[in-house]
């Protein structure tokens, strides 16, 4: 057995405790490399990286209700003949829906007959204010027709034919499928009576739910992607196009609509949505979440000093974006993070007494170093 002289060894040992005290930074401990190895330890450069949010919500199909349509008559009277006798039917802006008798309607058209022919007697009469009067009785008479729903074809049609209908057709407004009907025949309506409503589906709203942390990230006119489970691997691409003044009390989430292009009529009202907006944030300093010990007080990193050194750093986090935090105060840039195995790197941490005196200088490792 060598004999080994006790000053030599207890230099030594002096050396190799030195190695693992604490600095006197109170945020520096050591984990050997041979240590971090059997415990599974893994580092991460910070670095920039071109980050995007992607928000994620659940959003329901409803009509757009600019493109809705609801018929009524202008004027009293009773339904003679349907054309558009269910509720589902599509129809073509101008096509029939119903005719209508008025005696109202009988007695203008009478009426209008009765001024073309005072305008056609009168109309070269040598007294201007003879003449002036029949034609602006004419148009008088006119105007009401065309205020009616009357059309210009059917006032020229009774202009040549010279004969007065005793019903008259109501034409659609718009092109749609009916999603409401209330007209049926010799049945009496009066202005009040909603006899059609009509909906266009060639472009619907989505409504969705934003959460309150994420309210900054959305704007008018950001671009959003759908997928239904009807149709699994399609993307359907809309914008926002509104954004809701107030949060929901109960859910303290805020609504916002988007609007889609429904050509085809694949999305139907009432269907569920996965929705997906994406926020570019550019490029940002940012650690994997992994990297991050977040205690409820304090978000800490383990920074690596090299040959076995390990320093407790307290940082200040931005945005959260897939699997990356933003980093906003605490590091640098290039410097090394331990990602995997952080809680083992903790226990080793108190086992040496730096957390406690670290915790006790809540100053340490709150600022970015060179």
Known sequence: ????????????????????????????????????????????????????????????????????????????????????????????????????????????????????????????????KVAAGAVSLLDATRERLRLWDITDEQIQELERTGRVKRALTIYSPVSGYVIERNAFPQMRVTPNTRLYTIADYSRVWVHADIYEDEIAFVKLGQKAEMTVPSYPGEVFEGVVTYIWPHLEEETRTLKIRMEFANPDLALKPQMYADVKLRVPLERKLAVPKSAVLRTGERDIVFVDRGHGRMEIRTVRLGHEVDEYYEVLDG?????????????????????????????????QGGENRD
């Not at 329901?60 to 054309?83: C, M, P, Q």
């Not at 410097?335 to 005196?357: C, P």
């Open 1 to 128: 057995m060598d004999l080994v002289p006790v000053r030599e060894q207890a230099a030594e040992t002096a050396a190799a405790e030195s190695e693992v005290r604490p600095s006197p930074s109170a945020a520096l401990f050591t984990v050997s490399p041979e240590r971090q190895q059997l415990i599974g330890v893994q580092f991460t450069e910070v670095a920039c990286r071109a980050m995007e949010k992607v928000i994620r919500t659940v959003g329901r199909v409803d009509l757009d209700e600019t493109r809705i349509a609801h018929v009524n008559t202008k004027i009293e009277g009773w339904i003679e003949r349907v054309f558009v006798n269910y509720t589902g039917q599509h129809v073509e802006r101008g096509e029939p829906l119903f005719t209508i008798y008025s005696p109202e309607l009988v007695a203008t058209q009478r009426e209008y007959l009765l001024a073309l022919k005072a305008q056609d007697m009168l109309g070269k009469n040598p007294f201007p």
């Open 331 to 363: 590091l640098n840039l290039g410097e090394r993070v331990v990602t995997a195995a952080n809680f083992l790197i903790s226990a080793e941490s108190q086992v040496q007494g730096a957390i406690a005196t670290w915790q006790a200088s809540p100053s």
